[in-house]
């Protein structure tokens, strides 16, 4: 991509670097969505056991998770990551403060995180083991407390045990997607001017200074080529001396075709993105009742054959078909690379897809239980109270009507990104446009029947 490709927000909106360099603007956003946060937690201890009346379930699940998905992932990628309240609480233990920099020695051990582990892989059973409960976490507003808190205390151990967002980058599962589909995002977080990062020695951005903390995801700025790895906290920015770190506006999904950065661990997050969006339409949109029973614990022999199912499609099924697509691809145009790394590269592909699917599936589950939010606004513990005066709006769906039209444009959409993805993938493999057409064929049949079956199910 070449830098005309790219607009710089910070020079273009000269009244945002200020703003992103206040040691005030991170704390007071994410004390922000700790009172929320706390609030949902206590709703679902002690309020309601009801979920559609209870605030931790509508606004956790529904309004944050439409927020989410279709909103600051596809727009502003880790944006989120900026502001979550989960970690806040360890690291200002760990910082001994949470506005102005603290010079002193942090409060945590700072163990370095094992080797083996840094990757994404603890994610992705992590995402995976909650996705196997989430009829019932969704459903429960006291598991879904006790699951919110076990996040925090999960973050402030690790604070106390290992340097700085230890629990941001390795553990966290929901972290995990969205650094996933952060790499679709056109907002990146960049040097300007690698060269600048190599002569400067200090390398503040990583050490911290009396402005701001290294960069508490352990990333060095100046090596970034993708999203991912970037919590958008702005640390880089407050610390970096020599003004060499800003915020672009670029095209979208290009993080997406930097292959010396392509990994199993990320395209295994890729299958199982991709087989939960299709799963989770299925049990909770779905017309099967009975299979909406097993995954809601009715009973566990029951529930033991779901789960066993859905660890199934995620972990075998879609890989092992996505796989057979990438060896018809190698033998179609003799591609040289092993099936694995060609699996690999072709995974990148299903991203935009997946987040299309979960966009088109949040869709389907907001619009259809999005009032119950107004009532749930002034009742949060559904003990009766009317706080705003909207306790007595009655559930509704919204836009039922052209519900379908919107999922179908929506997946339409990711189905076109996600296959001018493997073209451009099938293009850094082959010089030869013919070999590369032949070689994403097959990756084309997945992608198309994967959003057929998508189709089929929200068109039903």
């Not at 299979?291 to 199934?312: C, D, Q, R, T």
Request: glycine letters at 8%.
């Amino acid at each position: 991509m070449q830098i005309e490709d790219r607009l710089d927000l910070l020079e273009r909106y000269p009244r945002l670097k200020p703003m992103l360099k206040s040691r005030l603007f991170q704390p007071v956003l994410m004390l922000l969505t700790l009172a929320v946060f706390s609030l949902a937690v206590a709703a679902g201890m002690f309020g309601t056991p009801v979920g559609s009346r209870n605030f931790g379930i509508i606004f956790v699940w529904i309004v944050w998770w439409a927020l989410l998905i279709i909103i600051l992932v596809p727009v502003a990628g880790r944006l989120w990551c900026a502001i979550c309240p989960i970690p806040a609480p360890g690291e200002w233990l760990q910082r001994r403060g949470f506005v102005r920099r603290f010079m002193g020695k942090p409060l945590t051990l700072g163990l370095r995180w094992p080797r083996r582990f840094k990757n994404i892989w603890l994610q992705n059973a992590g995402f995976l083991l909650i996705a196997v409960f989430s009829t019932v976490i969704l459903t429960r507003p006291g598991v879904s407390a006790w699951l919110l808190l076990g996040f925090v205390l999960a973050a402030v151990i690790l604070s106390l045990l290992f340097e700085k967002r230890t629990f941001c980058r390795y553990v966290c599962p929901v972290g995990g997607f969205i650094g996933l589909y952060s790499m679709v995002s056109p907002l990146a977080l960049r040097v300007k001017d690698t060269q600048v990062c190599l002569d400067h020695t200090t390398k503040d951005c990583i050490k911290g200074n009396e402005f701001g903390y290294g960069c508490p995801w352990i990333t060095y700025p100046g090596s970034l080529t993708r999203n991912t790895a970037c919590g958008l906290c702005t640390e880089c920015l407050k610390t970096c001396p020599q003004d060499n770190i800003t915020l672009y506006w670029r095209p979208a999904g290009e993080d997406l075709f930097v292959q010396k950065e392509h990994r199993l661990d990320e395209a295994y997050k890729a299958f199982i993105m991709l087989a939960c969006a299709l799963l989770y339409s299925t049990v909770l949109l779905g017309p099967w009742g009975w299979i909406k029973g097993w995954a809601n614990m009715e009973s566990l022999p029951h529930w033991l054959l779901y789960a066993g199912g859905f660890v199934a499609v995620n972990v075998l099924i879609v890989p092992g078909l996505f796989s057979l697509a990438s060896a018809a691809s190698r033998w179609l145009s003799g591609d040289r690379k092993s099936l694995k790394a060609l699996v690999i590269d072709y995974a990148y592909s299903l991203i935009p897809l997946g987040l299309a699917a979960w966009i088109a599936f949040s869709l389907g589950f907001v619009l259809i239980n999005g009032t119950y939010a107004a009532a749930v606004l002034s009742d949060p513990f559904g003990w009766g109270w009317n706080l705003f005066g909207t306790a007595s709006v009655s559930w509704q769906p919204i836009a039922a009507n052209i519900l379908p039209v919107l999922q179908a444009g929506v997946l339409t959409a990711g189905l076109l990104f996600a296959l001018n993805t493997a073209y451009r993938i099938a293009g850094q493999n082959h010089s030869d446009p013919r070999a590369a057409f032949r070689a994403v064929l097959p990756i084309a049949a997945f992608l198309i029947t994967m959003t057929l079956g998508f189709a089929g199910l929200y068109m039903a």
